[in-house]
């Protein structure tokens, strides 16, 4: 008999959490499978600058997926100033904070990288984004309770 909190895996028949999985709105799984692509097409791109803004953007993507899953309901709108993803993400998902401030750190190389500059990053910064962005995305997709697709894997010759 489980624990209260868990369940019996029919695999194994070892007790494991049982996750709760929240209601996820329509607007937070595009997000997410919006973030997947965006990370697949920023793993193709060959210049370093593209590679890192598009794995940036999509890491903002999973943030929003975040942001969308954890809004109040519409209607129970209250005026804020803007903001940015990175903020609102550490308040309302405190256990992503490391992850927002990580993030939000690297948004001005992103907007340099975006204006075209051509030494803005290097091949190992934006192999490194990438592969941060697929462990980022994997520790959303449990966060929102949802099974965590395998991690993208970068390989890059040099």
């Known amino acids: 008999m489980p624990l209260p909190g868990r369940t019996v895996s029919a695999r194994s028949r ?4 049982r ?12 997000l ?9 097409e920023a793993a193709d791109h060959s210049h ?5 803004a598009a794995a940036h953007l999509a890491a903002l993507r999973a943030a929003a997926a975040v942001l969308a899953a954890r809004s109040e309901p519409p209607g129970t709108a209250i005026r804020r100033r803007p903001t940015s993803a990175w903020v609102l993400l550490r308040s309302m998902a405190p256990e992503l904070g490391e992850w927002a401030s990580f993030f939000a750190a ?10 075209g500059a051509p030494d803005a990053v290097s091949e190992r910064e934006a192999d ?6 697929g462990t980022f995305l994997a520790v959303v ?11 993208l894997r970068v390989a890059r010759a040099g």
Do not use: F, I, M, N
Request: zero cysteines.
């Open 19 to 30: 996750v709760h999985a929240p209601r996820l709105t329509l607007s937070a799984l595009e």
């Open 32 to 40: 997410l499978q919006q973030a997947h692509r965006a990370l697949a």
């Open 48 to 52: 370093p600058g593209d590679r890192y």
């Open 128 to 133: 490194d984004l990438v592969r941060e962005v």
């Open 14 to 17: 070892v007790s494991v959490p």
């Open 106 to 115: 690297g948004a001005r190389k992103r907007a340099v990288a975006e204006a």
């Open 141 to 151: 997709e449990t966060t929102l309770g949802l099974p965590a697709r395998p991690v």
